[in-house]
């Protein structure tokens, strides 16, 4: 596999603003990476800068092999994909598509042709005489995929496409997005702030914060083991339970600091006795039971049911969310007992929030 993009130790200034801070990144060729974070953690100042719309300020940014730091936009073979679709108003959908091949020098049958084609698999065909006013939110997204895809770049950039579309739309378009890049087997590099797209989406995550790579690598393998207490919150839905807790003098287990209740767990591993601690527990692997094995009982302040789950939240102190799959017989007041995997506790510094098992 060939690299596609490589950044290493890029950092982008805005003023006196640090935006980006030693950006190391390496993108095989066909991968589909997702950049994901909080509002302001980055993410677009680096697609942007990808994209050569933005200067870097310091390191190197290799697009195909060829250092791009000072390469324009238009000579950089990328194509972006915009949440606002940056359609041209006046110009049908035929004529969106294949302004950028008529630019180029491209005769007006071949450039027909070839938006004809696009059109084909992007299930356009029948709306190529359109203006962008006539379309849907979904088939205007499809044309400024096109209009990306006409041009065969060396990668695709999506700022956030699915943002202005509906839930139900965006769902579809997740999977659309998809299936054009195993079609496709181009390079992808898609921001988004919903960890739920870049985790169903995407081969590679990179989870930003303040500038910094908090962590990048297979969706799975953030959510089994997350690198900090940043992205172990960050990745899953709902959020991990963060709980503090000391390792007991066995140095195995962990005595969890509920409010006026500490529980003992164990944790069948080896870990530093006495030191201070977060356990991190996701909601759904606290296993609601009323047989005799839970590890701990806790009081239920609420109950709140989607149909398909039921989400309870514990009257303790901090609160715990638990996921149980169908409706439950639980409401608020009732005592529940919990059951833990051992192996499904992260544990993390108190002090540094890195992880330590
Ligand atoms: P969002 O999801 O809200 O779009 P983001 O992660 O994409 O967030 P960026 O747009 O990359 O964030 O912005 C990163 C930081 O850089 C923010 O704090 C933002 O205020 C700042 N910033 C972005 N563009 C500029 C600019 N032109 N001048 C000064 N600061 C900027």
């Not at 070839?114 to 709306?127: F, I, K, Y």
């Not at 209740?261 to 870990?271: C, E, M, Y």
Request: proline residues 4%.
């Amino acid at each position: 596999m060939t690299l596609q993009i490589e950044l290493s130790g890029v950092n982008k200034y805005y003023g006196a603003f640090h935006a980006l801070k030693n950006i190391d990144l390496a993108i095989e060729d066909g991968t589909f990476v997702a950049l994901v974070g909080p509002s302001g953690c980055g993410k677009s100042t680096l697609l942007r800068s990808l994209a050569g719309l933005e200067t870097i300020s310091g390191g190197d940014m290799k697009i195909a092999g060829q250092l791009m730091n000072n390469v324009p936009p238009r000579k950089r073979d990328v194509a972006m994909v915009f949440q606002s679709y940056a359609l041209y108003p006046h110009m049908t959908v035929e004529e969106n598509l294949t302004y950028s091949l008529r630019i180029r020098g491209v005769k007006k049958a071949d450039a027909r042709k070839a938006a004809e084609d696009v059109a084909t698999t992007t299930g356009l065909s029948h709306l190529l005489k359109r203006y962008p006013r006539e379309l849907s939110g979904g088939q205007r997204q499809r044309v400024a995929m096109s209009r990306a895809i006409i041009r065969h770049p060396k990668a695709f950039l999506f700022d956030e496409p699915l943002s202005n579309l509906d839930a139900a739309l965006r769902v579809h378009m997740r999977k659309e997005i998809r299936a054009l890049h195993e079609r496709l087997h181009a390079t992808f590099v898609y921001v988004t702030h919903d960890q739920i797209e870049a985790m169903t989406m995407a081969d590679h995550v990179v989870v930003m914060r303040d500038g910094v790579i908090e962590q990048q690598g297979r969706p799975l393998d953030l959510y089994d083991t997350p690198a900090n207490r940043f992205v172990a919150g960050f990745i899953g839905s709902p959020a991990m339970n963060f709980i503090p807790a000391t390792v007991a003098e066995d140095g195995q287990s962990l005595i969890l600091n509920l409010g006026a209740s500490d529980q003992r767990v164990a944790t069948g591993r080896s870990l530093p006795a006495g030191k201070h601690v977060i356990a991190g527990l996701r909601p759904e692997h606290l296993l609601v039971t009323t047989t005799g094995d839970a590890t701990f009982k806790v009081p239920v302040a609420f109950v709140e049911s989607t149909g398909s789950a039921t989400y309870v939240t514990t009257e303790t102190q901090p609160e715990l969310t638990v996921v149980e799959t169908g409706r439950g017989a639980i409401s608020s007041g009732d005592t529940i007992g919990l059951w833990i995997a051992p192996d499904k506790i992260h544990v993390f510094d108190r002090e540094s929030d890195l992880r330590i098992s």
